[in-house]
C-alpha cells in the first residue's frame, strides 16, 4: 500500500467518522427541537428568551448542515483523486490543515490571502456606507 493509499484511507476514516457525527448531531437536535412543548404558558420574557434559543439553534443546525455539504463534497474530491490540492495554486494542502479542517479547499496560504481581501472589501464597504450615511449633511 503506498504512503498516498495509506493517507488517503485514513483521511477517507477521518471525514467519515465527522460526517457520522455531525449527521447524529444534526438529526438529534431535529428530534429534540419537535419535541419541545409549545403548549407551555409563558410570560413575554420567557417567550423571548425561548425564541433567542430557538434562533440559537436553527443558526447551530443550519452551520452543521453545511459542515456535512462540505464533508460530502471532500468525500467526492477525495474519490476523484482531487482531495488535498488546492483550489488557488493547485499545490498540496498539509496534511496538517486537512486534520484540522478536513474540507479545506485552499492551502493556507491562499486562504489568508482570499481572507485579507476579503477583510479589505468589507472595509471599504463599510466606508462607503459611513460616507452615504452624512451624505445629506456634507455640503461643499
Excluded: W
Excluded at 447524529?24 to 410570560?43: A, F, L, M
Amino acid at each position: 500500500m503506498t504512503d498516498t493509499t495509506m493517507r488517503n484511507a485514513g483521511l477517507r476514516r477521518m471525514l467519515s467518522e465527522r460526517r457520522r457525527e455531525m449527521q447524529d448531531d444534526v438529526q438529534s437536535r431535529i428530534r429534540d427541537g419537535r419535541t419541545d412543548r409549545p403548549n407551555e404558558v409563558r410570560d413575554d420574557l420567557e417567550v423571548s428568551d425561548a425564541d433567542i434559543q430557538g434562533d440559537i439553534e436553527l443558526a447551530l443546525l443550519q452551520m452543521r448542515a453545511e459542515t456535512l455539504i462540505r464533508i460530502d463534497e471532500a468525500l467526492v474530491r477525495l474519490d476523484a483523486g482531487k482531495y488535498g490540492s488546492c483550489f488557488e495554486c493547485e499545490s498540496e494542502i498539509s496534511e496538517r490543515r486537512l486534520r484540522a479542517l478536513p474540507f479545506a479547499v485552499r492551502c493556507q496560504a491562499c486562504e489568508e490571502r482570499r481572507e485579507e481581501e476579503q477583510g479589505h472589501a468589507r472595509q471599504l464597504a463599510q466606508r462607503r456606507r459611513s460616507l452615504s450615511l452624512f451624505s445629506d449633511v456634507v455640503s461643499f
